[in-house]
């Protein structure tokens, strides 16, 4: 089936989407297990994980070294989620500044190299503004040519190219001017 990504909408959590949040999770689960764990909470206690993702957004309950977080999910017309989109209010710790950056995101990996990554940061940058950030910097694994194609798709400027502060891997990191 064919989608139109450009009818595609980012939303705040909600309890709402428990199923449709179960295929996104379990499509991590089957198809990228080493990024399912980021969701596993949304598994174990959907209700308890909404409500976090909304209180981050507010700036409550934060674990320590977080900072307010505004969390989205991509869904198309049938209310499927393809992407979950994070948008950090600020850089205020050392790893936001290093590598985290503005925005994170992930696209679930039976929508990859569909055009959904670049539509859900098109979208994603527009909620950064709207929260007062003009300059964004979103970061991508040196060799995700991928996500980097998506930055750079959405006028991503590359800054330069760092060790990531555990000294794994090489991040790129770009910013956008809004």
């Known amino acids: 089936m064919h989608i139109d990504i450009s009818k595609l909408s980012l939303i705040s959590p909600s309890t709402d989407f428990h199923s449709a949040f179960q295929q996104f999770y379990f499509d991590f689960v089957h198809n990228d297990p080493s990024n399912a764990d980021f969701y596993s909470a949304g598994n174990e206690d959907f209700t308890g994980y909404v409500g976090q993702l909304i209180n981050e957004s507010k700036g409550k309950n934060l674990l320590p070294g977080y900072v307010p977080c505004s969390h989205?999910?991509?869904?198309?017309?049938?209310?499927?989620?393809?992407?979950?989109?994070?948008?950090?209010?600020?850089?205020?710790?050392?790893?936001?500044?290093?590598?985290?950056?503005?925005?994170?995101?992930?696209?679930?990996?039976?929508?990859?190299?569909?055009?959904?990554?670049?539509?859900?940061?098109?979208?994603?940058?527009?909620?950064?503004?709207?929260?007062?950030?003009?300059?964004?910097?979103?970061?991508?694994?040196?060799?995700?040519?991928?996500?980097?194609?998506?930055?750079?798709?959405?006028?991503?400027?590359l800054e330069n190219i760092v060790k990531s502060l555990d000294g794994d891997v090489q991040v790129a990191r770009y910013w956008i001017d809004m």
Do not use: C
């Open 72 to 157: 989205f999910w991509l869904i198309d017309g049938r209310k499927e989620i393809h992407g979950a989109l994070r948008v950090r209010h600020n850089l205020n710790s050392k790893w936001l500044q290093n590598e985290g950056g503005h925005i994170g995101y992930d696209i679930k990996p039976s929508s990859r190299r569909k055009g959904f990554g670049s539509q859900m940061l098109r979208l994603g940058l527009y909620k950064a503004q709207s929260l007062g950030i003009d300059s964004i910097m979103v970061t991508a694994d040196d060799d995700n040519v991928g996500s980097r194609k998506v930055i750079e798709a959405n006028g991503g400027r």
